[in-house]
């Protein structure tokens, strides 16, 4: 054989060499693959022959002799997922960076062995039926960026480890059973806080999240306490759910001013006047169903969709929410089941299709007649004796 042919029989011998995967992550997979099965309808292991490189597997992603990706599933919307457990063999995949699983019914707790896998910067397991807690070792990731483990089966509480992840940037545990408090948040590069309907409950102190934070869901849960020495500081949020908890005391003024396109706070025990500092510029507020006094801000009158119903307002409303009505740029105004005693609107205006208002429930017998939703009730006025008694 001449020089050239050694020379290139010796480079595609060293091409072949370099693409055999590492023995212990090969062995790895096979665990993994042993452990699942495709659920009716997706064919996503078809392409897990191990007589050739797992390298070309679907969801497999190699870097040298390792593994630094592994995506279990079809990612395409609407296809069928996995079913099984997910093997603690998954730990061996030591270069692994990115792990997730698509929507599908895999069942079982999450391995402890992923505390080893210390380069790992993203882990999602939404939308399967993982039960059990979550392992604290995931608190030993100081990579770790994101971690999405929503819509699962999970009980007991948040690891305290995993508010110690100093480059946690995105938490998602929405729609699980997790319960107890949550820890304090160190990083500071935490931009997403997702916890919505699970059984969290406990005070949330000053301090305790970062001013990263743009977008903070806590709703359907039992948080309690004040708020207004926590939120002020998260003066970059543009989405802030606290709906359905049993927060108290006052609502700070600034938040009105924060860039939110949708403040839901309503459903809990807010108990002050509320009182924006500026001309209210978010789309729409929800403040309903608290223990909210005094009169309604007119600042509250550039707000599209406004619900301050189920409260304790007092007074008439400002005129700055009937121009706005009838010109059409309030789309709704809910202000039923309050304690207001006028508002300066002749009986006689027509009010837009396009908008919604309800005033029954109050001190007055309302100036209009307008559709209300069901849940208003079918009494136009509060009894006499109600708005003698409550003073505002």
Request: charged residues 10%; hydrophobic residues 35%; glycine residues 8%.
């Amino acid at each position: 054989m001449s020089n050239l042919g050694l020379i290139i029989s010796f480079t595609f011998l060293l091409q072949f060499c370099s693409a055999i995967l590492d023995p212990i992550d090969f062995l790895a997979l096979q665990s993994v693959r042993k452990s699942l099965e495709d659920t009716p309808g997706s064919n996503y292991f078809s392409s897990w022959d191990f007589t050739s490189d797992p390298c070309n597997f679907a969801g497999v992603y190699c870097e040298g002799e390792k593994v630094v990706a592994l995506n279990l599933g079809d990612p395409r919307a609407g296809a069928p997922g996995l079913s099984g457990r997910l093997h603690p063999s998954i730990g061996k995949l030591t270069a692994l960076a990115e792990f997730t699983v698509v929507p599908g019914r895999i069942m079982g707790a999450l391995p402890e062995t992923l505390s080893g896998l210390k380069n790992l910067r993203f882990l999602a397991v939404s939308r399967n039926f993982i039960s059990h807690g979550i392992p604290a070792g995931l608190g030993e990731l100081q990579q770790l960026r994101t971690l999405d483990l929503s819509y699962n089966q999970l009980t007991g509480s948040v690891p305290s480890a995993i508010g110690s992840l100093p480059e946690l940037t995105n938490l998602i545990l929405c729609h699980n059973h997790l319960s107890g408090s949550i820890p304090p948040f160190v990083s500071e590069t935490l931009t997403r806080l997702d916890l919505k309907h699970n059984d969290l409950s406990g005070t949330i102190e000053p301090g305790s999240l970062p001013s990263s934070l743009q977008y903070l869901s806590l709703s359907w849960n039992q948080f309690s306490g004040p708020v207004d020495r926590l939120l002020p500081s998260l003066n970059r949020l543009n989405y802030l759910d606290l709906s359905l908890n049993q927060f108290t005391g006052p609502i700070p003024g600034c938040i009105f001013s924060f860039p939110i396109t949708n403040l839901q706070l309503e459903r809990n025990q807010f108990s002050c006047p509320v009182s924006p500092e500026n001309s209210v510029t978010i789309p729409t507020v929800d403040l309903s169903h608290n223990m909210l006094y005094g009169q309604v801000s007119p600042l509250f009158a550039t707000v599209e969709k406004l619900y301050l119903n189920n409260n304790r307002f007092t007074g008439s409303v400002p005129t700055t929410f009937v121009d706005r009505l009838t010109a059409g740029s309030i789309q709704l105004l809910y202000l039923q089941h309050n304690f207001l005693t006028g508002m300066p609107i002749n009986p006689k205006t027509a009010i837009p299709l396009s908008s919604s208002l309800c005033l029954q429930y109050n001190c007055m017998v309302p100036p209009v007649q307008t559709p209300c939703p069901n849940n208003a009730g079918t009494q136009k006025t509060r009894p006499t004796s109600q708005c003698m008694e409550w003073k505002g």
